[in-house]
């Protein structure tokens, strides 16, 4: 892949509906008219060379507006989920086109606003020297958490990712386990083929009833054969995205430490 184009999509057609806020989380003010959405940008801008963004029907203009310069300079892009039917089809749906002519997506949850640039740039450039050795490569950051959400399964032995554990599919997480922290680095080189393949054979969500993107990753490692390598985070806090006025709250005071 050497320096390969890379295209980050940031699905974010949800509307905060737990913040009681009524608009995308990705344009929530953090401080002083700064928005998740800036504090994305300015941590993937270094290492892709287009962003697109995944909105709902009635965020797309508001959002619009908000990034109308970056847009109209091409940097920026936007599409629409018409239903919330989940992250896999904001992924592998209107987005295609976008980032199809890429060597690689970085795949970035719209609400991770506590994610450092450094873990942006070490998963870039680890997927690079997976691609490298041949073959569509998958990149992963991990840190391990006292009480996961999402636990992963990942065997050394074999660099393989054998599992994906889901506490809102009803699935137990285990203390200690290994979480994302909302980023994920995909080849482009047979991903949007992939996908159907996988939606063939998946199963629903035990208590959602949805396809869940996150098995998708494993099915990419295990029964495709694609060179996994993960990412150790060491920080817990950037596995923390806004879903609650609390998580908000700590964004915004992490935030002022920064600026202060």
Known sequence: MGDGRVC??????????RLGL??????????GGVT???????????????VHVV????????????AAEAIE???????????????????????????ADHDAILVVW???????????GETVRAHRGSAAGGGPALALPLVALPDPYVEYEYDEDSSALLRVRMSREGDECRPGGLSDVGVFCLSVDGLAQAWPRYLAAARTGTVTGEVNFLPF????????????TVVPVADPDEARGINTPADL??????YLRCTS
């Open 36 to 50: 998740v959405w800036d504090l994305l940008r300015g941590r993937l801008a270094p290492w892709a060379e287009h």
């Open 249 to 254: 709250e700590f964004t915004r005071r992490a």
């Open 8 to 17: 980050a999509v940031v699905p974010a057609a949800g509307q905060g509906s």
């Open 110 to 120: 719209g609400d991770q606003a506590n994610l450092s640039s450094r873990t942006v």
């Open 73 to 99: 300079r091409g940097e920026v892009s936007v599409s629409v989920q018409e239903e919330p039917t989940g992250m896999g089809d904001a992924v592998f749906g209107a987005a295609v086109p976008y980032w």
């Open 217 to 228: 990753l494993p099915y990419l490692s295990r029964e495709l054969g694609w060179r996994t």
């Open 22 to 31: 009524g608009i995308p989380k990705i344009m929530l003010e953090v401080a």
């Open 55 to 66: 909105l709902s029907p009635a965020g797309k203009a508001p959002f619009q507006r908000l």
